[in-house]
């Protein structure tokens, strides 16, 4: 029995070492693709940014092609479990509005992964178009449903549920796609978690209001927005 729980207590510590070494990779990996993008990365880069040796980073990813596909492959996950929130919600406020909570964090936990997909995207998909014709379409056209029943139970207006879903992609990720271009124009060196949280106000309040769904919490955004002035 006592060496039964020696060899079980030593299978579970490697398995956590192996863990926590994939997941130190797969960050240094999200911070190297997404600034050199996968041709210019390589994966003497990645070990150098993990602070481990090459050989460590072959042996949990034999190849860069298989270490790229693994870190798309993790914000796209990312993504789908933030849009069960469609699933749960009581109807459009909650739900879109949780959607819009749920991706703006995920902006900023998760900037450079979100970087990298966009990276991918834009260069056709070359990695993940099996992801963008499978999970991805699946997972939209279930969204439209939702969408679609709402419509038809006059719980919001009557717009095309599929570009609400790309504008609710393309308004939360610009915010990590682009953090760039937002901190240079707001005149500081990235938002903080406070501003983060009025622009997830402030999108709630344009894109709602903009479906004609009738809100019951109060918007406060205006006051949240004036950390977001160019500073002086």
Known sequence: ????????????SKKMRRQEAEALILSAAEKVFAEAGFGGATMQLIADVAGLPKANLHYYFPTKELLYRQVVQKIFQIWLQAADIFDQADGPEEGIGAYIDAKMEISRRHA????????????????IQDYLETTLTDWTNGRIEVIERWIAEGRMAPI????????????????????????TVIGKPRLSDEEFEAVADNLRHIILKGCGIETQTQYLGQNKSNDLNPAE
Do not use: I, N
């Open 160 to 183: 095309d549920p599929r570009h609400l879903l790309y504008m609710l992609w393309a308004t939360t990720q610009h915010y990590a796609d682009f953090s760039v271009q937002v901190s």
């Open 112 to 127: 450079d992964g979100s970087k990298v997909w966009a990276s991918e995207v834009m260069h056709g998909a070359p990695v």
């Open 1 to 12: 029995m006592a060496e039964t729980t020696a060899t079980s207590t030593k299978a579970t």
